[in-house]
């Protein structure tokens, strides 16, 4: 019988988990906690003591969703015994661990593995990708990008300061936790290069970790991006403005819309407000499953994860914020 896995036990591996028992229902589907408690275990869901012990399952594939220190490690000991994985963003806490890992996959014969940026199955961030490939916005000159929330509201059923995001050890902090802006940046734009960065926290949270994160970023085409990441701001808000020789594009993740606004005329280009998000986890597992045959698609490899955690490594060191060791 075929068998499925998540490591982790928080909220995007329980979602994970969900997803799984919903696609294979008739299979068996199993969870290691990286903290070693196995708490919580949803419905469905058997649960494992050890990642040695799941190995010996052999599992179809297995998702990542263990705090990012952990990541590499995980993914090196399923892939050397030819078990595919999926590693949820970010790859790895930091540029010098992605590395070990790209370079491991470099040498021998190992199974798939991508990285779970799932906004690249946004039919949205697609509607996106595709009007910019049809040049009727011509050249594209500025692009300004924003993603703000409140920490402490974020999940209900702890402490903020005890998440992930929060706790600098598990790879916490807005660069890493909200990583995928960077990526679709990367997806929809090319490989960019850092020209400021300025991060800070706030006496409001009191975190070790960056709370308020501005980058500016450059292509080898011209194009100017600005990047606004925060834990802060108390009604959500998620939005990429493209400013182009034509018009510009507004992409508004959260009411789900993409609308192109011309010299003389205004277009829908997407929008659906009931679009259940989900869709996107369950469109990414779905190419995952059938990588041989479809091959990465809009899945995130090494390469492209590894570029996000270089970029974010600089953002750290060239910082001309406050109060960020």
């Not at 999940?155 to 960077?182: F, M, P, T, W």
């Not at 290069?193 to 070790?208: A, I, N, P």
């Not at 507004?250 to 280009?269: E, H, M, R, S, Y």
Request: aromatic share 8%.
């Amino acid at each position: 019988m075929c068998c499925y896995a998540v490591i982790g036990m928080g909220s995007i591996a329980k979602r994970h988990l969900r997803n799984l028992r919903f696609l294979y229902p008739d299979s068996d589907i199993y969870v290691v906690s990286s903290s070693g408690k196995n708490s919580d275990v949803p419905e469905g869901v058997v649960a494992v003591l050890t990642l040695e012990e799941l190995i010996k399952l052999t599992p179809n594939y297995v998702i990542i969703a263990s705090p990012s220190p952990y990541h590499v490690d995980n993914a090196k000991l399923l892939l050397e015994n030819n078990i595919p994985v999926l590693i949820e963003k970010p790859l790895a806490s930091d540029s010098d661990d992605a590395l070990k890992l790209l370079e491991f996959c470099k040498h021998g014969n190992h199974p798939e593995v991508a990285v779970g940026y799932c906004l690249r199955f946004l039919p949205s961030a697609i509607a996106v990708k595709d009007f910019i490939g049809t040049d009727v916005i011509g050249d594209i000159y500025n692009v300004n990008c924003i993603v703000g929330q409140y920490l402490p509201e974020w999940r209900s059923d702890k402490n903020y300061k005890d998440s992930v995001s929060a706790q600098k050890k598990l790879g916490g902090g807005v660069l890493l936790e909200l990583s995928h802006e960077i990526d679709y940046l990367n997806w929809l734009f090319g490989s960019m290069t850092l020209q400021h960065s300025w991060l800070r926290t706030t006496e409001e949270l009191g975190l070790e970790v960056e709370e308020i994160a501005d980058l500016v970023f450059t292509t080898e085409s011209g194009i100017y991006l600005s990047l606004h990441l925060d834990f802060i701001q108390k009604t959500a808000q998620r939005k990429c403005e493209v400013i182009g020789e034509r018009g510009r594009i507004v992409w508004d993740l959260i009411a789900n819309t993409v609308t192109f606004f011309g010299a003389k005329n205004t277009q829908i280009i997407y929008s659906d407000a009931h679009y259940d998000k989900n869709l996107m986890y369950l469109d990414m597992l779905k190419v995952f499953s059938d990588i041989k045959n479809r091959g990465m698609q809009e899945l995130a490899t090494i390469e492209s994860s590894l570029e996000v955690i270089q970029l974010i490594d600089i953002a750290k060191m060239t910082n001309k914020g406050r109060n960020i060791s």
